[in-house]
């Protein structure tokens, strides 16, 4: 059984830092491209950032993260990471971690101003 689980949230103040981190585990996950979403209250979900897998120089971001946010995965494939940078209280939402087939259970990222 493939499993996604996101670690990493908290709050955090208006311009602080923080690094989401996502594993895979039940798959040999690391040919697959990784994402990050999120979803605030009341919205749809948004994407973030998405780091294939073969080719893992290869990112793609969001308009509202770009510049701020950088998505990686280490050698194996299995874990990706979203590294976030200057949040805004706009940043606050859960997050999520996607390998196209599957999700994970998110993690809260609360930014006060």
């Known amino acids: 059984q493939v499993q996604l689980v996101e670690s990493g949230g908290g709050s955090v103040q208006a311009g602080s830092s923080l690094t989401l981190t996502c594993t895979a585990s039940?798959?040999?996950?690391?040919?697959?491209?990784m994402a990050w979403y999120r979803q605030a209250p009341g919205k749809e979900r948004e994407f973030v950032a998405a780091v294939q897998g073969r080719r893992r120089n290869v990112t793609e971001y969001g308009d509202s993260v770009k510049g701020r946010f950088t998505i990686s995965r280490d050698n194996t494939g299995m874990t990706a990471y979203l590294q976030m940078n200057s949040l805004k209280p706009d940043d606050t939402a859960i997050y999520y971690c996607?390998?196209?087939?599957?999700w994970g259970q998110g993690t809260q990222v609360t930014v006060s101003s």
């Open positions: 039940g798959r040999t996950a690391g040919s697959y491209t």
């Open positions: 996607s390998d196209s087939a599957y």
